[in-house]
C-alpha cells in the first residue's frame, strides 16, 4: 500500500469536507457554487488527475478503503471539470471489475454526470431543492425501477434515503436557494461555461 498516497487522498477529502462545513455553519451553502468550495474541487481535481497519470485508479490494492474512498469523494466533487468525472467514470467501472472499490461509488458518479448534462439519473443519488423547497430526488429515469437498481449496487430504498438526506440537510443548516429560479439559471450558466451543457 502507498502510505504517502493514502495520506494525500485523505487529506484532500478532509479539507473538502472543512470548507464545506464552514460554508454550511454561515449558511453561504444555497446560494450557488461558492467560491471558495470551487478553489477547493478545482486544487483537488488537478491533484486527482496527476494522480491517476502517475498511478492509475487508486483503488484499494493501493491506498486502501478509506484512501480509495476519499478518491472517489475527490472524483464525485470534481464538477468543475467534465473530462475528469467522465473519464473517471470509465476508471470507476474497470475498477469495479477487479474488486478495487464498491459498486455504489459507479452508480453516484453515473448519477452526478447525468444530474449535470441535465439527464434523468438511474440510481437516485442525486438531490436538489424541488418548487416546494424541499430537498427531493433530481428526476429518476425509469423511477418504478430505481430500488431494484438501488439494490443491484448495495444502497438502500431511495424513500429511506430521502428522509435520511433532508434530516442530514436540517442538521447542517443546508436550506433551498432564497431565489430558486434565479439560482436555477445560474447553474445552467455556470454548467454551460465548464462544459457540461452546450
Request: proline letters at 6%; hydrophobic letters at 35%.
Amino acid at each position: 500500500m502507498n502510505e504517502v498516497l493514502r495520506g494525500e487522498l485523505l487529506a484532500m477529502a478532509a479539507e473538502d469536507r472543512r470548507v464545506r462545513a464552514e460554508l454550511a455553519a454561515e449558511g453561504s451553502l444555497g446560494d450557488g457554487y461558492h467560491p471558495r468550495m470551487e478553489e477547493v474541487h478545482v486544487r483537488n481535481a488537478a491533484a486527482l488527475t496527476r494522480i491517476v497519470e502517475e498511478h492509475g485508479w487508486p483503488g484499494r490494492s493501493l491506498v486502501g478503503e478509506d484512501g480509495a474512498h476519499a478518491a472517489w469523494f475527490v472524483l464525485q466533487h470534481a464538477i468543475g471539470n467534465p473530462p475528469l468525472q467522465r473519464r473517471g467514470l470509465q476508471l470507476l467501472r474497470e475498477a469495479l471489475e477487479r474488486g478495487e472499490i464498491p459498486a455504489a461509488q459507479v452508480a453516484y458518479l453515473e448519477d452526478r454526470i447525468c444530474f449535470f448534462e441535465g439527464r434523468p439519473q438511474r440510481y437516485g443519488t442525486q438531490y436538489d431543492w424541488d418548487e416546494n423547497g424541499k430537498l427531493s430526488p433530481h428526476p429518476i429515469e425509469g423511477p418504478e425501477g430505481v430500488d431494484e437498481r438501488r439494490r443491484s449496487v448495495g444502497l438502500g430504498p431511495l424513500a429511506e434515503n430521502t428522509r435520511r438526506m433532508r434530516e442530514e440537510a436540517t442538521r447542517s443548516g443546508d436550506g433551498p436557494p432564497r431565489d430558486r429560479e434565479a439560482q436555477e439559471r445560474k447553474s445552467l450558466d455556470w454548467a454551460r461555461s465548464v462544459g457540461w451543457r452546450e
